[in-house]
């Protein structure tokens, strides 16, 4: 994966079948930086070697090699899922498969055929969603240092003056 400009998120659309992923395309190459994977494998190993690039996975549920789920547990295993939102793609409508992205923390799911505009908005939703949790997590951690580097000079302070 190239060096991209940090100015367009990235989306990796991680689908068997190309069709799906030309659709996808389709509807969000104007506003987005896209990467593909035909499947779970392939998806695993981009996100080892350029997980800080990508914004957002679109993952299809039902793939050769590893499927959706499974890569959703390897996610969790290594802790990527916690930085990276996954909105799953599928034509599988169970209340059971549903139940289970969201408890291997998918963020959403999204049911063929696509709507343009639900997928438009569901993947800005995201997108926006998790701009903001990471610049709370960034206030947060400043905000912490500087109680950490306060109290420091203040324990400095009174060893000296004992």
């Known amino acids: 994966m190239k060096n991209q400009p940090r100015n367009r998120e990235t989306i990796l659309i991680v689908d068997d079948m190309e069709i ?25 190993a981009l996100l080892h070697t350029n997980r800080t690039k990508i914004d957002l996975i679109l993952l299809d549920l039902i ?15 290594k802790g990527w899922i916690e930085q990276i939102p996954v909105i799953m793609i599928s034509s599988e409508t169970s209340p059971d498969f549903m139940k289970r992205v969201y408890e291997l923390g998918g963020t959403d799911y999204i049911f063929r055929p696509f709507d343009m505009s639900v997928v438009q908005q569901r993947v800005k939703n995201t997108l926006m969603l998790y701009a903001k949790k990471k610049r709370l997590e960034q206030m947060v951690a400043i905000q912490v240092y500087e109680r950490e580097k306060h109290n420091d000079m203040r324990c400095s302070v009174s060893s000296a003056t004992s």
């Open 63 to 77: 793939m050769p090699k590893k499927d959706g789920f499974e890569v959703l547990q390897e996610m969790n295993q």
């Open 20 to 44: 799906n992923r030309d659709i996808l395309g389709e509807m969000l190459r104007n506003d987005y930086h896209l990467i593909e994977a035909s499947d779970g494998e392939e998806a695993l």
